[in-house]
Antibody, heavy 119, light 107 residues
Framework: QVHLVESGGGVVQPGGSLRLSCAAS????????MHWVRQAPGKGLEWVAF????????YYADSVKGRFTFSRDNSKNTLYLQMDSLKVEDTAVYYC????????????WGKGTTVTVSS | DIQMTQSPSSVSASVGDRVTITCRAS??????LAWYQQKPGRAPKLLIY???SLQSGVPSRFSGSGSGTDFSLTISGLQPEDSASYYC?????????FGGGTKVEVK
């Protein structure tokens, strides 16, 4: 059964850093691109970043470009999202999602981890 | 960036009703569109991809249509468990973008 589990969320002050992880199981992780998507409290979905199956290419939303870094370790079936220079508006539930491998649709999602940026 | 606009923002309907949600792209996106369902406190779930292809395991009462700039998600025979928010998503080019969402209430 395909499973994604996020971790690493918490409360951090503005300007601080946090690293999220996403552990994958139940599929050949190294064959699939992966996404991060976030949802601010009471708001809609916002795509954050994508990484290709081998980590060779990464794409970011303008709102996080230069502050967030997406990486993966295919030997550990794990994704990482390093979040630096955090802003209050980064407060959200962060979901990792598996790509269908066709045109960037997300067919499996984790349950999410909550990031709160507050002083 | 290509903007995605959903309407209505909310809809209330009875069990057995037919409900249609629309999504409009600010420019032609061919059929590179997905629909997701999200229940409160839960992760989104892929329903439709490629504008009209049903994701495996999704009930056949869900259907999608459209191409170019205008798309729709139809629930034929609304069920109590369909109470949720629904989002369209433009695919194919980065940055990927979601519509603002439509909340469906089942009376």
């Amino acid at each position: 059964q395909v499973h994604l589990v996020e971790s690493g969320g918490g409360v951090v002050q503005p300007g601080g850093s946090l690293r999220l992880s996403c552990a994958a199981s139940g599929f050949t992780f190294s064959n699939y691109g992966m996404h991060w998507v976030r949802q601010a409290p009471g708001k809609g979905l916002e795509w954050v970043a994508f990484i290709r199956y081998d980590g060779s290419d990464k794409y970011y939303a303008d709102s996080v470009k230069g502050r967030f870094t997406f990486s993966r370790d295919n030997s550990k079936n794990t994704l990482y999202l390093q979040m630096d220079s955090l802003k209050v508006e980064d407060t959200a539930v962060y979901y990792c999602a598996k790509d269908r491998n066709d045109f960037w649709y997300m067919d499996v999602w984790g349950k999410g981890t909550t990031v709160t940026v507050s002083s | 960036d290509i903007q995605m606009t959903q309407s209505p923002s909310s809809v209330s309907a009875s069990v057995g009703d037919r409900v249609t949600i629309t999504c409009r792209a600010s420019q032609d996106i061919n059929t590179w569109l997905a629909w997701y369902q999200q229940k409160p406190g839960r992760a989104p779930k892929l329903l439709i991809y490629g504008a009209s292809s049903l994701q495996s395991g999704v009930p056949s009462r869900f259907s999608g249509s459209g191409s170019g700039t205008d798309f729709s998600l139809t629930i034929s025979g609304l069920q109590p468990e369909d109470s949720a928010s629904y989002y369209c998503q433009r695919a194919m080019y980065f940055p990927l973008t979601f519509g603002g969402g439509t909340k469906v209430e089942v009376k």
